[in-house]
């Protein structure tokens, strides 16, 4: 069964950072993207950013202040957040499309979430 786990979230000051991290478990899957998406009170789930093949895009209300990464071994994607500001209280979701090995679909997995809150 594949499992995506969050973890790094928590209450941080403005202008501080916290690094998120995803770990996908499980086989018979590839990872084709990885992402990362948020969504606060009473808001739809709104994308951050994703990483394919290296190349990586963001949201342009993070563009310059957050950084995702993966590292293939682990199965491992990363999110560094630094300036945080107070409307980036969310929880945190990470996003996998993956590849069936066996019937070469593709399907999204979801993470549990990872409450990150900004605030003095």
């Known amino acids: 069964q594949v499992q995506l786990v969050e973890s790094g979230g928590g209450l941080v000051q403005p202008g501080g950072s916290l690094r998120l991290s995803c770990v996908v478990s499980g086989s018979g899957f590839s990872i084709n993207t990885m992402g990362w998406y948020r969504q606060g009170p009473g808001n739809q789930r709104d994308f951050v950013a994703h990483i394919r093949d290296g190349s990586t895009k963001y949201d342009d209300s993070v563009k310059g202040r957050f950084t995702i990464s993966r590292d293939n071994a682990k199965n491992t994607v990363y999110l560094q957040m630094n300036s945080l500001r107070p409307e980036d209280t969310a929880v945190y979701y990470c996003?996998?499309?993956?590849?069936?090995?066996?019937?070469?679909?593709?399907?999204?997995?979801w993470g549990q979430g990872t409450q990150v809150t900004v605030s003095s």
């Open positions: 996003q996998g499309r993956l590849r069936n090995v066996l019937t070469l679909t593709l399907a999204d997995y």
